[in-house]
């Protein structure tokens, strides 16, 4: 199996993640780290047996050994990074979202079309088993026409920081660009535009929330100006609708999990998030004038398929996918697209949050200013 050659550029909290996930594919040659905490990449690199280290992602760049890096930072540092990876010839994996607006992304995304090189988003929820059988039913017709679909993310009160996690930085618009509808919300609303086959948008309509009490110290030190609650409904071009709700903190117990809604059927996801009851994967029909609800045996569909289908192992995650399509052996889902459109949704309602409105695609799309830091 073809080795792939890849750099880490930042060992946070997210940077040992992908490290540790990187462990379990074959073929995947971690060669350099990068974090501007030399000390801490240091460390990291000794951990994992990676011989060489940096403090300047530029200077990782330089190297001719590298086929690919992978990008862990935070929101803002999406777009500087990812275009100059690119174009130094390099394949580019970044962290969700696509980057802090819009107008990055399609930055982002220009840039790897300029170059030729591989563009893939972290949309982790695309490699699930119940989105795996969701695809299934809606492509062999099951579901019939698509007309709505409803996506959820819960946390009971699991705010970045001021709940006792993570640091400042997820809580600023300077660094993180959002809140809850950035750091959760691209999860549950691209598994369902991917679901939907990733539909254009019309227009938006948004309403953000940061209402419930915080440790006053937490609160002050945080700097926390991004919402905590967002809600939204989106139309797309082909007359689908979806409606969001996305949480870090609300006095409930739960909500229900993202589903889709056709004329023949419909598809319910785990609820997504801390704090609540867990929900199966679900199908609804009806069967010879009998409503069915039924439930699939997602551990075994996921055996038989690995046992059956060729290169299935290419779909057990974001970085399996990732090394997979750089060998050659799958085409790469469109996840920059669909990162990129998961941005317009999600810059939409905070544009008609601003100006208490429903916005179109377009005025958001053309008032789109990149929020990328200056490195």
Request: glycine residues 10%.
């Amino acid at each position: 199996m073809e080795r792939i050659r890849i750099g880490i550029i930042g060992v946070g909290q997210i940077g040992k993640m992908h490290l540790q996930q990187y462990q379990a594919i074959p073929g995947a040659e971690l060669v350099a780290v990068c974090d501007v905490n030399e000390t801490e990449a240091q460390r990291v690199a000794g951990q994992y047996g990676i011989p060489h280290v940096y403090s300047d992602y530029r200077k990782l760049l330089e190297r001719d050994d590298l086929d690919a890096v992978d990008v862990c930072l935070h929101n803002n540092f999406h777009a500087p990074v990812t275009i100059d990876a690119l174009r130094a010839g390099k394949h580019v994996y970044c962290e969700k979202p696509i980057a802090g607006t819009y107008y990055d992304g399609q930055s982002m995304i220009a840039a790897a079309e300029e170059s030729g090189k591989k563009l893939h988003i972290q949309l982790g929820l695309l490699y699930r088993k119940e989105t795996k059988a969701a695809k299934q039913l809606i492509d062999g017709g099951m579901l019939g026409k698509l007309y709505h679909a409803r996506s959820t993310g819960f946390r009971r009160r699991n705010r970045p920081f001021v709940d006792g996690y993570g640091t400042p930085y997820f809580t600023r618009k300077e660094t993180a660009a959002g809140g809850a509808l950035l750091d959760m919300g691209v999860y549950h609303i691209s598994q369902l535009l991917y679901l939907l086959g990733n539909p254009g948008v019309e227009r938006i309509s948004g309403k953000l929330y940061q209402e419930m009490d915080m440790l006053a110290e937490r609160q002050a030190s945080s700097g926390f100006d991004v919402e905590e609650l967002a809600s939204g409904l989106i139309r797309f071009r082909d007359g689908l609708t979806l409606d969001i709700i996305e949480s870090w903190s609300i006095h409930l117990g739960g909500f229900e999990g993202s589903s889709i809604a056709g004329s023949k059927g419909g598809i319910r996801l785990p609820n997504e998030g801390s704090g609540a009851a867990a929900q199966p994967f679900s199908f609804h029909s009806t069967v010879c004038d009998i409503d069915m609800d039924s439930t699939i045996d997602l551990d075994m569909m996921d055996i038989r398929w690995h046992r059956l289908r060729e290169n299935e192992d290419a779909y057990d995650s974001s970085q399996h996918h990732w090394v997979a399509a750089l060998q050659g052996r799958v085409e790469l889902l469109p996840t920059a697209q669909i990162a990129l459109n998961t941005m317009l949704i999600s810059e939409g309602m905070y544009k008609s949050d601003e100006l208490g409105r429903e916005v179109t695609a377009e005025e958001v799309a053309e008032a789109s200013q990149s929020t990328a830091v200056k490195l």
